[in-house]
């Protein structure tokens, strides 16, 4: 039995756990960061991947070989095992890395390996769950035995919400949420909705994270830190980390939003910004990739209009 654990997190409570098969498999990319160039050569893509992290987190590529590479070769190991189960959850994170998974098995000749998921949203005793990695190891365990199996079509519907994450441009992913039947992946439609509102806004500039940041920072006189703390009490949808949350606060400061010192401090422009009177796209030299999107300001850039909740071209 190969387990396929979503983070450090949950591995090191997995790993206090007597749960049957003790092969395991970390998975630490965060596919919902980032380029997603499919239709390249997997040796391609995740040295494309490999670039981004290290650019962006500023880790060694020692690092990610180590940490990640080899960690994803080893689910070709999947022939050796009867069953392979997926521990994920609800966030934005979460579910992006395993539709990757369902997608990259979906491709795979399974024989009579056996695909099964544990995926929560929720947990009974922990009133604001976040994550797996929060539970203590009889409450993970307890998880084991209501794990779900993966049937064909389960996969098949992982592979096709992949190839629209990975598309050039968000109308394939806004088909596949409206078109598809979730009944048997309940928690991917929220998490790719929050995916959704992460493409600027056509008010200010913002995506939703950045907006929630940025009122947090108006309506509190918070450390950089205590601005985290507030922002996961909000919100465990999109499950970003720190590294993230840092990197929009620099932006913040870079574009002068913020002044950011042992408490946070709005700019009069970072005002002026949340009554949408300003684009945040506008100041600055505008570059991410949402998926399969890649947005600049070179080009018309896709967007979500909050107002109207749904995503336009401008």
């Not at 190969?2 to 965060?30: C, M, S, Y």
């Not at 992982?158 to 596949?176: M, N, Q, S």
């Not at 399969?292 to 967007?303: E, F, P, Q, T, Y």
Request: aromatic residues 10%.
């Amino acid at each position: 039995m190969l387990h396929i654990l979503n983070g450090d997190a949950t591995a090191t409570i997995f790993k206090q756990t007597d749960l049957p098969g003790k092969n395991i498999l970390v998975w630490r990319e965060i596919l919902s960061e980032g380029p997603i160039v499919d239709h390249t050569l997997p040796a391609d893509f995740w040295q494309t991947r490999q670039h981004y992290l290290t650019q962006t987190y500023q880790e060694d590529a020692v690092t990610y070989v180590l940490k990640v590479t080899a960690e994803v070769k080893l689910l070709e190991t999947y022939p050796q095992h009867e069953e392979v189960v997926l521990w994920f959850e609800h966030d934005l994170l979460c579910q992006v890395n395993l539709l990757y998974l369902l997608h990259w098995f979906a491709q795979r000749d399974l024989g009579n390996t056996k695909i099964s998921l544990v995926c929560i949203g929720e947990h009974p005793d922990l009133p604001t769950f976040k994550g797996l990695g929060e539970l203590s190891p009889v409450q993970l365990a307890a998880l084991f035995p209501k794990r779900q199996v993966l049937l064909p079509d389960d996969l098949a519907l992982g592979h096709r919400g992949w190839e629209a994450y990975a598309a050039l441009t968000p109308e394939d992913l806004i088909k596949f949420l409206k078109n598809e039947d979730f009944s048997h992946l309940p928690l991917l439609p929220a998490a790719l909705q929050a995916h959704i509102t992460r493409f600027p806004s056509v008010q200010n500039g913002l995506n939703a994270i950045e907006q929630i940041l940025l009122e947090l920072a108006a309506n509190h006189q918070l450390s950089p830190t205590g601005l985290m703390g507030k922002f996961w009490q909000q919100t465990s949808l999109f499950g970003i980390g720190d590294a993230q949350i840092v990197n929009y606060l620099r932006g913040f400061e870079q574009t002068g939003l913020l002044l950011l010192s042992d408490k946070i401090v709005i700019t009069d422009l970072g005002s002026k910004i949340l009554r949408d009177e300003a684009d945040y796209v506008q100041l600055q030299p505008y570059e991410r990739w949402l998926g399969g999107v890649h947005l600049h300001s070179a080009s018309s850039l896709w967007r979500w209009d909050r107002v109207q909740g749904k995503i336009v071209k401008i």
